[in-house]
């Protein structure tokens, strides 16, 4: 049987979208997703808005009348300030066949220097030799890679140079940055996330690329869960598409899973919050070595220097 999921949702500036995203991530348990909106008229060469459209999920067999009350109290709080989106979320119910063909109608084929991040539903060019064919369902995580803070990301990994070097990808969604990782020759790659979500999503994509063999994906935490706090492995690349808060939260624990002279990088930040996270990166021993900014979007990437 089909499952419905209520869908609240909200349109809000880009640069309120990760602290959205991460307070509906507190009470809708079947995920977040976070759409950069482009202007609809503006078809051979689409321009962003500006805006996101955040919506979280609640599936109708979870104690949804509870999620729900939580959830859009939450964003009132958040908009007590003066935001009218935040207290008038819309809510509405998508049978999940439906909502899943809505990925669909919006993601296209994209090109990032020689890698082609394609929806799986497109036709492959098994022709096309001189490409790297990323193929990405997103299922119910984000990241397709449309998005200016995964296209930052891949950049980095192809400026940094990933060939058998190992990464590891915190927060991996549904895989995208781990997949690239293990098709640009990482000779090994471990994916996390704490979103189930997200794992069953990084799964079935990695599947999907026949990389089965060269990337582990795990449910968990690195800064909470034991599995990862004593753990021995470094990583010669450790790459974090998140949120700003999250990368302030774990500047020392990134550290610790870095080889001495390892590379970290880190997106998914806004412009207005960059000064957070290299505030958080003031005393830990690296050395910031690339910036790329876009559309009010920036990736950093520090390489460790010392212990």
Not at 14 to 26: F, Q, T
Not at 40 to 51: F, M, R, S, W
């Amino acid at each position: 049987m089909n499952r419905r999921w209520l869908e609240v949702s909200v349109t809000i500036g880009i640069d309120e979208a990760d602290e959205v995203g991460a307070v509906m991530s507190r009470w809708a348990v079947g995920g977040v997703a976070i759409q950069e909106l482009y202007d609809p008229e503006a078809l051979d060469d689409p321009q962003p808005t500006g805006h996101c459209l955040v919506s979280g999920y609640l599936p109708e067999d979870c104690n949804i009348d509870n999620y729900r009350d939580k959830l859009v109290s939450a964003l009132w709080m958040l908009g007590a300030t003066g935001s009218d989106e935040l207290r008038h979320p819309r809510e509405v119910w998508v049978d999940e066949n439906v909502w899943h063909e809505g990925w669909k109608k919006h993601y296209k084929k994209i090109s990032i220097g020689p890698i082609d991040i394609i929806p799986a539903w497109y036709q492959v060019d098994d022709n096309n030799v001189n490409r790297i064919e990323v193929l990405i369902d997103p299922g119910k995580a984000f990241g397709t890679g449309l998005h200016v803070s995964t296209r930052q990301v891949i950049h980095n990994l192809l400026e940094v140079g990933i060939e058998d070097r190992t990464v590891m990808d915190v927060g991996t969604g549904s895989g995208i940055l781990a997949i690239t990782a293990c098709k640009l020759g990482a000779h090994q790659v471990l994916a996390i996330d704490n979103d189930y979500s997200a794992v069953e999503a990084a799964l079935a994509n990695v599947l999907l690329n026949e990389c089965g063999n060269g990337v582990e994906v795990q449910f968990g935490d690195i800064d909470r869960d034991a599995r990862f706090a004593s753990v021995a492995v470094q990583y010669d690349v450790l790459v974090a598409n998140i949120v700003a808060s999250v990368h302030v939260g774990l500047a020392l624990s990134y550290l610790k899973y870095l080889t001495p002279t390892g590379h970290l990088i880190l997106g998914g930040i806004v412009d207005e919050r960059e000064h957070l996270v290299l505030e958080a990166f003031n005393g830990v021993p690296m050395e910031l070595v690339s910036r790329h900014e876009e559309d009010r979007w920036i990736s950093l990437m520090w390489r460790r220097t010392g212990r």
